[in-house]
């Protein structure tokens, strides 16, 4: 579903005049229901590789192809932007660490709208929602508010919710459970379980990589640049 080619990453920083490799040579793919873990130090270069393949990101050099179900086989950077749009808005999600707050959009909103973009009709949207919130124990005395106030780990687990409740072809996580507790690690844990068993295909960042322990199909080592299969 997803084959990455000989991919780097330069950046120009222009008040230096200097231009900056931040990740060179790497290649692998991922098949339909497959879920990768990408491992690595900080700095390595694994959510520049995140950004590239939801189009965020230009690669230097080497390609990021796309088998996607509204276009057929595309490489994600050789597309017009109305069409990554589509693919972003039907096909893959993303969920960083940081919340991506619409303006005067409350939590239950933000999440309905997430369904809504998916063609879900407006009261099975807000059911699934009310479940979605519960499931991530986001309190009820918070779905009327805006989320611009919540903490690091409210936030995070919207961000998840409104990613998990679209039922994405592909999802990609940036370090989903870095600022939970273990209550909350688990709630992602049991959701990506349930996102792997309805056939979508994941590509991960993590920390603690045992937590994945079962799920990861395939890890890949920035650090030497391989890709291992994973007994599940
Ligand atoms: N937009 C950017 N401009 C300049 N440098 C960047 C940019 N994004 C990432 N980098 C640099 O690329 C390198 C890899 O970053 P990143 O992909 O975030 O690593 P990781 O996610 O593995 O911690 C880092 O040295 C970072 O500073
Ligand atoms: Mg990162």
Redesign the pocket.
Known sequence: MIKINDFS?S?T?HHLNQT?E??SGVSFDVEKGEFLGIV??????????L?SIYGT?KPTTGTVNYDSENFGSVDLHNISDRALIKLRTKEIGYVSQFLKVMPRTTTLELVINSMLEMGVDKDSAAVKAEETLRHFDIPKALWHNYPNTFSGGEKLRLNIACAVVKNPRLLLL?EPTASLDEKSKLKVRETISKLIDNGTTLIG?FHDLEFMDGLCTKVYD?NTKMLEERAV
């Open positions: 990453k950046f920083i900056r931040a990740v690595g130090e900080s700095g390595s270069g694994k959510s520049t590789i950004k990101y940036d960042i920035m």
